[in-house]
């Protein structure tokens, strides 16, 4: 999500990594949401791929890199992926009736 213009260049993918982000940050880590989430995406699926925020996020991968202790990691990841989330706060009712979308 902090390089859609390489791994977000389609609306399938974009609505990939959203859903997915989405769905980790509001749901939780459940594997057979996200898998459904890539199911749904299978084959061709017509989405419309809406404009990127310009901010990414406060945090980066950069910010992850200290935490040495396993506490420290997964709360430093969480918070980065919050923080990516947060960027993407124009597209959070899309990644929404997305993920509703792959549940109808």
Do not use: N
Request: include cysteine; glycine fraction near 4%; aromatic fraction near 8%.
């Amino acid at each position: 999500m902090q390089h859609p213009e390489r791994y977000c260049v389609s609306a399938k993918s974009l609505a990939a990594h959203l859903t997915g982000l989405a769905w980790a940050i509001e749901h939780g880590i459940d594997e057979r949401g996200l898998r459904a989430l890539h199911r749904a995406l299978d084959g061709r699926v017509d989405l419309a791929k809406p404009p990127l925020p310009a901010s990414r996020g406060a945090l980066t991968i950069a910010d992850v890199a200290p935490a040495a202790e396993t506490e420290a990691y997964t709360k430093a990841v969480d918070a980065w992926a919050r923080a990516t989330w947060d960027a993407y706060a124009p597209l959070h009712e899309t990644a929404r009736r997305w993920i509703e979308r792959a549940f109808a």
